[in-house]
């Protein structure tokens, strides 16, 4: 019996911290309206908007626009060169314990 006593407490404690927060979420405001007591909850109206106009002249052209992104090449070469030196090192290391035993 004292083996079996904490694992039902740890059942007991596992299912109370998992079913009062579900429990709190379903009794929260009802989406429709309420039989008993005539209560509805607020219609919420939506609200449109409209895009401004474009203004003449604010068309900036590409030229002076910065540059926000990076060198892709540069990096891609930098990554394949290390990956390149990995394998050639990996390669030695292995000829090296090859030649010693």
Excluded: N, W
Aim: hydrophobic content about 45%; proline content about 9%; glycine content about 10%.
């Amino acid at each position: 019996m004292s083996r079996l006593a904490p694992a039902i407490a740890t059942v007991a404690l596992t299912a109370g911290l998992v079913g009062a927060p579900a429990a709190a979420a379903f009794a929260a405001t009802p989406a429709t309206c309420d039989a008993y007591s005539q209560t509805c909850p607020p219609k919420v109206q939506g609200q449109k908007f409209q895009k401004p106009p474009a203004v003449e002249g604010s068309h900036i052209p590409s030229s002076q626009l910065p540059f926000t992104g990076a060198d892709i090449a540069a990096y891609s070469l930098a990554g394949a060169a290390a990956i390149g030196g990995g394998a050639v090192f990996v390669a030695a290391g292995r000829r090296r314990r090859r030649a010693s035993v």
